[in-house]
């Protein structure tokens, strides 16, 4: 197990048994129970969940009235007014409305009076979160005072928290009103803010996902105390109580439900890991982008293609399988463009390989009961057809898979279905259904697009993905968030695609997310031993996600070790394109050079092959000549449109038999089959 795996598993270790402790909760917008931001949810955040504080959001109205609005307007909320062009009797008249959970709230605007009554009423400190509005913003902080004489007014100076991310306001109401307590709201970029905190005794509130045990022991070192919002899940709650934050902003989280906590020992804390410095180059690169990809990758627009449902692919040994349910087709590709097969496909989304290059397709349609597998040992052609039933139902349309499922020891097929809280796993030995069994419960819900990445052929340790929602580190049990969060609102930055994988890379754990926008492709690699730090980025290889016949849902890879060094990671992106990449420890004695140069010839794709009549070549710019020679090596065909992208060759005249075409006279050369 690596360092950033057992980390929190091991901060036991490192308590003393002083007291145990809790934080303390503030109810998020009030509570999860009523409109946001309305009376009946902030008293639901006291009398229902039992939070201690209750966090708001403080707008200014036209007639100068304190009002309790998130956004600018009323309209995400059934109403269409702008708080700051309407006055309060305006406001006032509005019904809001807000579904949550399934359950339709409506209520009105809130006064910061009367919400101050409330905290009073229920004995809850009040949050209150500084909106940039008139006269309660970076350049004018002329309505403050009376802001303030309402707190003062309730007897809540020493209790409330003025929280806000403008450091104008936070270092006016330091000067002025020093009895007032701040909390400074931030998240990604913690680190730039950390001295201006210290220097005005500010604590922070850094949103999940952006921080870890040692950014806390950084602030405690120097005086501080770390907030974090927003936490709902038992585990987060566990994750970041054993952080050490001492207050927790939640929408629906029970307090009295979750355990004490051990005071931790910050001196006994072992040394922070520096990030693996790692350099990487591509190998190939098909793409949508570059315009360049085969004449049969899957594309919604059946204009360029005629293959348009091929969402997943499976990575083995230099070859991409990619399934198109649509047609039952399986495609393969590699570093040279679309390849031959004799393998057929199936009706279904889902396809893998194990670690023996094994291969996996599901047989059973969309949602279609029992279970089917189609089942290849690698090498051959003929396949194996397997039925089964998962313990929990639930449309799953990707898998993936571990292990040699044609061993004795066998291997594992992962599931996550939808609306289900646990993982199905599904082992086969010696190329049958031993069992199924599942995970236990886990802190999210799949969807149809749920995904699992196994790690080192461990049925109790794996990575489990959302998508639109996030990755969750499960090992015995779900740990909670591995890289946590929507990809708009926490760390790390990346699209909804699902797909991921680790690796492990100079004893460090590496893990690699989707980080383009709208579907498209494009990844960041991070090293979860070191704080999640990102090592490099790439580019989407697509560029319409869902739009213009550019449709993908996904972007799967694979991870295939060249030595102790390096890694070749690989990706496909339905309708963006595949690509190869080598990550490499810098400096160290073996790696890409060999591989660069290969990967620095032109790439030639010829397609359909076997060809009868005719065969299509397809290449990038800056190849002079194409030649197609028989085994002997005479030239029988010359391409006479060489350089331009693609090019149409009358090979009906050829014999039947095997030719090699050739590109700029030798640099690089593919065998095609004349029927």
């Not at 069994?437 to 340790?461: C, E, H, M, R, W």
């Not at 990346?494 to 460090?508: D, M, P």
Request: one cysteine or more; aromatic letters at 12%; proline letters at 4%.
């Amino acid at each position: 197990m690596k360092k950033s795996i057992i980390l929190v598993m091991l901060l036991s270790l490192f308590a003393v048994e002083s007291y145990a402790w809790k934080p303390v909760f503030a109810g998020h917008r009030g509570s999860y129970t009523g409109v946001q931001n309305t009376a009946e949810a902030f008293r639901n955040g006291v009398e229902k969940y039992g939070y201690s504080g209750l966090e708001c959001d403080v707008r200014v109205t036209a007639d100068g009235k304190y009002v309790i609005c998130h956004d600018e307007t009323t309209n995400s909320l059934g109403g269409s007014l702008t708080v700051a062009d309407a006055t309060l009797e305006q406001l006032k008249a509005e019904t809001l409305t807000q579904t949550r959970g399934g359950v339709t709230y409506s209520g009105t605007i809130c006064t910061v009076e009367e919400y101050l009554d409330i905290c009073v009423e229920k004995g809850a400190f009040p949050v209150i979160e500084l909106k940039w509005t008139t006269g309660i913003n970076n350049n004018d902080m002329s309505k403050f005072p009376g802001l303030a004489a309402l707190v003062k007014d309730k007897g809540l100076e020493s209790k409330a928290v003025f929280l806000t991310s403008m450091k104008n306001s936070i270092e006016y109401i330091r000067t002025n009103y020093p009895e007032f307590n701040c909390q400074f709201l931030t998240g990604q970029y913690w680190a730039n803010h950390f001295d201006w905190c210290v220097k005005w005794g500010v604590n922070p509130s850094i949103q999940a996902g952006y921080f870890d045990i040692y950014t806390v022991k950084k602030f405690h070192d120097a005086g501080l105390k770390v907030a974090v919002w927003t936490v709902n899940t038992a585990v987060n709650y566990e994750n970041y109580g054993n952080m050490g934050v001492y207050m927790m902003t939640c929408d629906y989280l029970y307090p009295k439900d979750m355990p004490e906590l051990e005071d931790i020992d910050w001196d006994a804390l072992p040394e922070k890991v520096e990030p693996l410095e790692v350099e990487y180059s591509t190998l190939f690169k098909f793409s949508y982008i570059d315009n360049n990809l085969p004449e049969n990758f899957p594309i919604s627009n059946t204009s360029k293609s005629k293959y348009t449902t091929g969402q997943q692919a499976a990575f083995y040994d230099g070859v991409f399988y990619v399934n198109d349910y649509g047609t039952s087709t399986l495609l393969t590709y590699d570093k040279t463009g679309e390849i031959a097969n004799e393998l057929k496909g199936t009706n279904a989304h889902g396809i893998a390989v194990d670690d023996a290059g094994n291969l996996i397709l599901r047989a059973d349609g969309i949602t279609s009961s029992p279970s089917k597998f189609l089942i290849y040992k690698k090498g051959e052609t003929t396949g194996t057809e397997l039925t089964f039933s998962l313990l929990n139902a639930g449309q799953t349309n990707f898998i993936s898979a571990s292990g040699d499922i044609f061993s004795k020891e066998g291997g594992y097929v992962y599931f996550f279905p939808n609306k289900q809280t646990v993982v199905n796993i599904v082992k086969i030995v010696e190329g049958q259904v031993a069992e199924v069994t599942s995970s236990s419960s886990l802190s999210t819900t799949g969807s149809t697009a749920g995904y699992v990445i196994p790690v080192n052929n461990d049925p109790s340790n794996f990575i489990y993905q959302v998508r639109n929602v996030g990755y969750y580190r499960y090992i015995n049990k779900d740990l909670g968030g591995y890289v946590a969060g929507s990809g708009t609102t926490t760390a790390p930055n990346r699209n909804n695609s699902v797909g991921g994988a680790f690796f492990v890379l100079g004893g460090h754990d590496i893990f690699v997310h989707c980080s383009g926008s709208n579907y498209n492709g494009g990844f960041t690699v991070r090293d979860m031993s070191a704080d999640a730090s990102p090592l490099f980025t790439v580019a989407p290889i697509g560029s319409g996600g869902y739009t213009s016949g550019n449709v993908s849902c996904g972007s799967f890879f694979a991870v295939q070790r060249v030595d102790e060094y390096t890694v070749n990671l690989y990706e496909y992106c339905m309708a963006g394109g595949y690509a190869g990449y080598q990550i490499k420890i810098k400096n160290s004695p073996t790696g890409i050079h060999a591989v660069e140069t290969e990967a620095a010839k032109p790439q030639l794709t010829v397609y359909p092959n076997p060809a009868i009549d005719n065969i299509t070549l397809s290449y990038p710019a800056g190849i002079n000549h194409v030649a197609i020679t028989n085994l002997a090596g005479a030239t029988v065909l010359t391409d006479k449109y060489a350089g331009t992208k693609r090019a149409l060759i009358d090979v009906s005249a050829l014999p039947a038999g095997f030719y090699i075409v050739t590109i700029n006279g030798s640099e690089a050369s593919t065998r095609i089959i004349k029927q």
